[in-house]
RNA sequence: GUGUCCAUGGUAUAACGGUUAUUACGUCGGUUUGUGGUACCGACAACCCGGGUUCGACUCCCGGUGGACACCCCA
């Protein structure tokens, strides 16, 4: 509030340049407009990518892509707004995605809509209304897009998130989970960051059901050693009590009943073809038996994927992505019975990690650089300058240029920031005689050229013929 | 949803219950108007918002908002 009186008092006192005043002015004038002085804030958990970060989303977007067109997984995007029950159906009630996350509202129509909390459930539904079971199977899908769940923000966790994700509908193949773990292990290959898969099975949900009163029989007998949240989740989410990670509930959980040995054969030589697989294409994993996953339509393979990196992150916050077999989902969703399965991995996770591991190991994704820079004097040059460079657009060749400074030393500077090997200057001389300067940043030395020539001239100076 | 810490120019920071709020980087401009990587000069730009305590708050207190981290949970 005193800000706005203050600042024109004490620049009226000194009266200095002829622009002053004028701002002087302004500012007297938006302080008199009281509120539209305030600036805006982020809603809490989002967040901008800006400029800087570009390179490493591309980076991230160019492996996906490329891995999807090369594993032949068809690109599908869905609408942000669904249907809620939608996601309450296939995600299921009582998970906290659902019951706390969602971001659930009234259209004006009084519809119940959300923004979708994960995309599974949508590429389910687009699989059943557009009939694609009468396409070859399996169907192979994937998609890059904003993700929703109104949870505390974190070490790359967000409100507003984005997931890549991959998923194949219509084959029961354990060849079709191994692909699809590949896929995961080598978008990061892509980036060059190490991982290793965490892979267990949740077999189906009988033997899950079993696994389960076993594993909450066990731990009623252990019940005073346990923490609180273990307490609740002993009631609420049996299978979580395996990622507890309180010191003292470390003891009961490693005696505890393993998942495995409730499966039945079927359900086990699935989980062995699985890693028979991985082994073939060395991919590292490392069998978790504790691993589960929150969403409840999983059945049989679930994975995550994990950072080599000792100190990427937290504990649990420290999974890229997850996903596993949802061979009931389908079906329950009022689609034929069709085996599926797939994984989404958070992408803001990833680059942070990503960022992270490069910026320790001295490496980087290298920024995108100009090939030359062209450097204009005057209005005529300026035109002919901006005609050349349409002109190479074609070319290949990149090119830095700055058409709103007008001295050649700041247009030198800007190229020498570039770290280009060659800037072309064209001032009023040039302009006349049709002609163009290049100048080796390196040695100092500059050559005349016929502006016909400049693009082959260019190409051979920079190696590319 | 719970807990801990935090909030000064674009970024990183210093200081202070009281007349002009540091410094660096940055951005813009200049050092005879057509030549960079150095140097010098100048300019720009900040105390998150609201309330309280006080003669007086950027500084203390409360609330809000936002941030960081952990838990719950998840990508």
């Given at each position: 509030m005193k800000k706005p009186i203050k600042k024109p008092v004490k620049k009226?006192?000194?009266?200095?340049?002829?622009?002053?005043?004028?701002?002087?002015?302004?500012?007297?004038?938006?302080?008199?407009?009281?509120?539209?002085?305030?600036?805006?804030?982020?809603?809490?958990?989002?967040?901008?990518?800006?400029?800087?970060?570009?390179?490493?989303?591309?980076?991230?977007?160019?492996?996906?892509?490329?891995?999807?067109?090369?594993?032949?997984?068809?690109?599908?995007?869905?609408?942000?707004?669904?249907?809620?029950?939608?996601?309450?159906?296939?995600?299921?009630?009582?998970?906290?995605?659902?019951?706390?996350?969602?971001?659930?509202?009234?259209?004006?129509?009084?519809?119940?809509?959300?923004?979708?909390?994960?995309?599974?459930?949508?590429?389910?539904?687009?699989?059943?209304?557009?009939?694609?079971?009468?396409?070859?199977?399996?169907?192979?899908?994937?998609?890059?897009?904003?993700?929703?769940?109104?949870?505390?923000?974190?070490?790359?966790?967000?409100?507003?998130?984005?997931?890549?994700?991959?998923?194949?509908?219509?084959?029961?193949?354990?060849?079709?989970?191994?692909?699809?773990?590949?896929?995961?292990?080598?978008?990061?290959?892509?980036?060059?960051?190490?991982?290793?898969?965490?892979?267990?099975?949740?077999?189906?949900?009988?033997?899950?059901?079993?696994?389960?009163?076993?594993?909450?029989?066990?731990?009623?007998?252990?019940?005073?050693?346990?923490?609180?949240?273990?307490?609740q989740r002993l009631v609420k989410n049996p299978l979580r009590l395996l990622d507890c990670k309180a010191e003292q509930c470390q003891g009961v959980k490693d005696e505890a009943p393993q998942i495995i040995d409730w499966l039945g054969t079927e359900s086990k030589s699935h989980l062995t073809k699985v890693l028979e697989y991985l082994d073939a294409v060395e991919v590292p994993y490392q069998l978790t038996h504790t691993l589960v996953r929150g969403l409840d339509y999983y059945t049989h393979t679930v994975f995550e994927i994990y950072p080599d990196t000792p100190d990427a992150g937290g504990g649990a916050q420290s999974a890229l992505g997850g996903g596993g077999r949802y061979d009931l989902l389908v079906e329950e969703m009022g689609g034929r019975p069709t085996p599926a399965c797939g994984f989404a991995l958070g992408l803001e996770r990833s680059f942070h990690v990503l960022k992270q591991y490069l910026e320790q190991n001295g490496k980087d994704i290298p920024k995108e650089r100009p090939d030359v820079f062209f450097a204009q004097l005057g209005e005529e040059a300026r035109k002919v300058t901006l005609k050349l460079i349409n002109d190479l657009r074609k070319s290949g060749l990149k090119i830095g240029f700055n058409f709103f400074k007008n001295s050649l030393k700041t247009q030198l500077e800007l190229a020498d920031g570039f770290k280009v090997p060659y800037v072309l200057i064209i001032g009023q001389k040039e302009v006349q005689d049709n002609t163009v300067i290049i100048r080796d940043m390196e040695s100092g030395i500059q050559e005349i050229v016929d502006q016909k020539k400049l693009e082959t001239m260019l190409k051979k100076k920079l190696g590319k013929v």
């Open positions: 009226e006192i000194k009266p200095k340049k002829v622009n002053k005043p004028v701002k002087t002015e302004t500012k007297k004038e938006s302080a008199g407009a009281e509120k539209s002085k305030r600036t805006f804030n982020l809603l809490r958990g989002m967040h901008d990518i800006l400029p800087k970060e570009e390179r490493y989303w591309k980076a991230m977007f160019h492996a996906s892509e490329n891995l999807a067109s090369y594993f032949q997984f068809g690109r599908i995007e869905t609408p942000v707004l669904e249907e809620a029950s939608l996601f309450v159906r296939a995600v299921g009630k009582g998970t906290d995605v659902v019951d706390k996350e969602m971001y659930l509202f009234e259209d004006r129509d009084g519809s119940k809509v959300c923004m979708r909390p994960e995309n599974t459930a949508a590429i389910v539904r687009a699989y059943i209304m557009y009939g694609m079971w009468n396409a070859p199977q399996p169907v192979k899908l994937w998609y890059w897009g904003s993700m929703f769940r109104h949870d505390r923000p974190q070490a790359g966790r967000y409100r507003q998130f984005t997931q890549v994700g991959y998923e194949t509908l219509g084959s029961h193949d354990p060849a079709a989970d191994a692909e699809l773990i590949l896929v995961a292990y080598n978008f990061y290959q892509e980036l060059g960051l190490p991982v290793t898969i965490h892979i267990n099975s949740l077999g189906t949900p009988e033997e899950r059901v079993r696994y389960k009163s076993e594993l909450v029989n066990y731990y009623r007998s252990k019940r005073s050693y346990l923490c609180e949240d273990c307490k």
